[in-house]
């Protein structure tokens, strides 16, 4: 039976966090904050003490970077280590964050590297390669798993993107909502595609993006296009162990409800 999670951004007080997982039933999470945030704020062994009490297992750390713009129109240029006027900055707060993310004991970090070009000859895509190397040999060096959170790019793309970085330490978190919102994959057949590489899955749904739109819409668990009932089981047959872990990208009462929602459904697949 695979585990249920839930993501949650952690802050100052990061009891907060553990407490809202824990409140839905679930004990299992998604710990998620920018590297800017970890690094000049965050205290490691508070977060470790706060997730103890609380009982919640972190299962990986998502890491974000300031400035980035989650959509079609302004990503291209702001996310992850693609863009080159970031790459250097971002890979030493990346490496900084490996550290603080290894005192806690958290052997899977997860993130959106950005839109990796399709061609691999491009000179983006080359240099690309080479801050990945850098950054998962250093996770490695940890004791890390670093896995590629789906959306922006095309399955088979990121499958070669592994190939080409070959550090043997990498794997995929798939979102099958944003292979959704950013139009680039019907989820199963991503899951066909790299389904072997997967560690780590996001419970998120969503609908496609029209022509003149720059992002899909994300919307409640069961009311998009991602099919679950087909995508878990298929997904196991690849051997995916878990854990499924639930997002909703909305705050306040009604993302409370979606949660508690998405649990409904997702408990009988697991």
């Known amino acids: 039976m695979l585990k249920l999670g839930l993501i949650v951004s952690v802050s100052d007080e990061p009891k907060e966090a553990f407490e809202r997982v824990a409140e839905v039933g679930i004990f299992t999470c998604q710990l998620s904050c920018t590297a800017e945030q970890m690094v000049d704020r965050f205290d490691p062994q508070k977060?470790?003490?706060a997730a103890d009490q609380?009982?919640?297992?972190?299962?990986?750390?998502?890491?974000?970077?300031?400035g980035q713009v989650f959509n079609l129109k302004d990503g291209p240029s702001t996310m992850g280590f693609v863009p080159e006027k970031y790459r250097q900055k971002r890979?030493?707060?990346?490496?900084?964050?490996?550290?603080m993310v290894k005192e806690m004991g958290v052997r899977n970090i997860t993130s959106h590297v950005g839109?990796?070009?399709?061609?691999?000859?491009?000179?983006v895509y080359k240099?690309?390669?080479?801050?990945?190397?850098?950054?998962?040999?250093?996770?490695a060096g940890n004791g890390q798993v670093f896995c590629f959170e789906t959306g922006q790019e095309l399955p088979s793309t990121l499958k070669r993107t592994i190939s080409d970085v070959g550090t043997g330490?990498?794997?995929?978190?798939?979102?099958?909502?944003?292979?959704i919102l950013y139009g680039m994959a019907n989820p199963l057949d991503a899951a066909e595609i790299f389904g072997e590489y997967v560690r780590g899955f996001h419970a998120k749904d969503g609908l496609?993006?029209?022509r003149d739109e720059a992002l899909g819409h994300e919307v409640p668990l069961g009311e998009g296009r991602?099919?679950?009932?087909l995508l878990i089981p298929r997904l196991k047959e690849k051997g995916f162990t878990g854990p499924v872990t639930i997002e909703r990208e909305i705050t306040g009462s009604q993302q409370q409800a979606d949660i508690l929602k998405a649990k409904k459904i997702l408990e009988p697949l697991l």
Do not use: H, T
Request: glycine share 4%.
């Open 127 to 139: 240099g690309f390669i080479e801050a990945m190397k850098e950054y998962a040999d250093y996770c």
């Open 54 to 66: 609380a009982q919640v297992e972190i299962s990986s750390f998502f890491l974000l970077f300031e």
């Open 208 to 210: 496609w993006p029209n």
């Open 226 to 229: 991602v099919n679950l009932r």
């Open 115 to 123: 839109f990796i070009p399709d061609d691999p000859e491009d000179p």
């Open 47 to 49: 977060i470790c003490k």
């Open 91 to 99: 890979l030493k707060l990346a490496k900084r964050f490996s550290d």
């Open 169 to 179: 330490n990498l794997g995929i978190n798939l979102d099958p909502a944003n292979l």
